[in-house]
């Protein structure tokens, strides 16, 4: 009977090799799962590779790096310029298949690489480069966290809990559903404002159109006419569009330096808690922008308890990925006080930075041991109120932007009408005099 090498881990966690006699790969990865163990390599007739035979390996491969940084080798990643990495969508699709593929016996090496035949581009780069680090002995997180851009933290620490727990394949299950969720969250906002960009775009085409067009027009017979002094209003629209027409560069540069500085504004924290505390207060998106902050809250919080993260770094997790730093600062008050030994629920009612039906759901989670419970019926509540707070949103917006534009519009036809009517009355008033001459 042939004998098969593995190398894997057991129901602790800790890595564990060595050899079984088996007719087949899959009869020997059954074995291994009847004996409790979780198979991420297995090898006819080779030796199996162990974590503390390839430790070194790792340590004299970074004095190579090094080498090789030091002779001009230089490794550009960007992401716009189609870098290695995986996309949010194609990592969720990527983590439901390797769920599936390990819950059917294949080990974890060989699931990998399935997945990368599949693949294309930065995708099959990543999983290729993480399907080597394991085969120099890494567990499956070390691997996923040498890639930050790819794998982000939360992912990282749930793949960590499962293997520690035993439980990667639900874990990756767990996973996928969150992703999926929450990729469902972004795109009913992303829809939602679909429309309202639609209009705004087409009001800024029509508004440009007119003040580049249309105004140089009447400006021209405004001087051909010498109607002489313009009311403030025309004079104002006259310059606006001559700006327009004439220095549009500046324009643009204004905007850009707009962006510029937001992009700057977002990247000091003081400024960043300013503009995410507006962003809490506005008026329309303000409830959208919170339902939303605190439906991710709940759902990732929920997601990395019941897989078996531990609180405190599970809190870490939120308050890195949660997406707004006035949130961010309650959930660091919260996991410092929960170091110290107090509740959840009652630290989270003193930030005043989550509302009462969160605060008490949590309490009750508290009191009957079922916070991940608890959570799910959070997030879930909220992403119903994320919902209506959208339609709600949406339908504030159409009226609101079709007064605006009516507004707009109204002002450039009163500017430009204005000098006209002055003429028609002059005329009306030369034409008068000139019959009234004439009787005499």
Do not use: H, W
Not at 145 to 152: D, G, R
Not at 431 to 440: H, P, R, T
């Amino acid at each position: 009977m042939p004998n098969f090498q593995y190398a894997g881990l057991d129901a602790a966690g800790k890595a564990v090799s060595g050899s079984i006699e088996a007719s087949s790969s899959q009869e020997a990865i059954g074995k291994l799962k009847s004996m409790g163990y979780f198979v991420t390599s297995i090898n006819a007739g080779k030796s199996a590779a162990t974590p503390k035979q390839q430790a070194p390996s790792k340590q004299t491969s970074k004095p190579a790096a090094k080498k090789k940084a030091a002779s001009g080798g230089i490794n550009i990643n960007l992401p716009f310029l189609g870098g290695s990495k995986i996309k949010q969508k194609e990592l969720t699709i990527i983590t439901r298949q390797l769920a599936t593929l390990i819950g059917s016996g294949l080990p974890l090496l060989r699931a990998l690489k399935v997945l990368e035949q599949q693949r294309k581009g930065g995708a099959a780069k990543v999983l290729s480069k993480v399907a080597s680090e394991i085969e120099q002995g890494a567990l499956f997180s070390e691997a996923l966290a040498k890639f930050p851009s790819s794998f982000p933290k939360i992912y990282v620490a749930m793949v960590k809990a499962g293997e520690a727990g035993g439980a990667l394949e639900s874990v990756l299950s767990r996973l996928a559903e969150f992703m999926e969720k929450e990729a469902k969250l972004k795109g009913k906002i992303k829809s939602a404002m679909a429309y309202p960009a639609v209009v705004v775009v087409v009001m800024i085409g029509i508004l440009t159109f007119i003040m580049v067009k249309i105004v140089p027009t009447f400006t021209k017979i405004f001087e051909d006419m010498e109607v002489g002094d313009l009311p403030a209003t025309t004079v104002l629209l006259i310059k606006i569009s001559k700006l327009m027409a004439e220095r549009s560069y500046l324009i643009v540069a204004f905007i850009f330096g707009l962006v510029i500085l937001y992009r700057v504004a977002t990247k000091i924290k003081f400024t960043k808690y300013l503009i995410d505390k507006v962003k809490l207060r506005l008026f329309i998106f303000g409830p959208v922008i919170s339902k939303t902050i605190i439906a991710r809250f709940a759902r990732t919080f929920a997601t990395l308890i019941t897989s078996g993260v531990p609180i405190l770094q599970s809190l870490q997790i939120v308050r890195d990925t949660v997406g707004n730093e006035v949130i961010a600062n309650a959930i660091n008050e919260i996991r410092n006080r929960v170091r110290e030994g107090e509740g959840i629920s009652g630290i989270m009612l003193r930030t005043g930075a989550f509302p009462p039906m969160v605060t008490n759901m949590i309490a009750v989670g508290e009191e009957t041991g079922a916070m991940d419970a608890m959570l799910e019926k959070v997030a879930d509540a909220y992403e119903a109120e994320v919902d209506a707070a959208v339609a709600a949103m949406t339908s504030m917006l159409e009226p609101i932007l079709i007064v605006c534009l009516g507004v707009v519009v109204g002002f450039i036809v009163i500017s430009l009408f204005m000098p006209l009517i002055k003429i028609a009355l002059s005329l009306s008033g030369g034409a008068g005099e000139g019959g009234g001459g004439g009787g005499e």
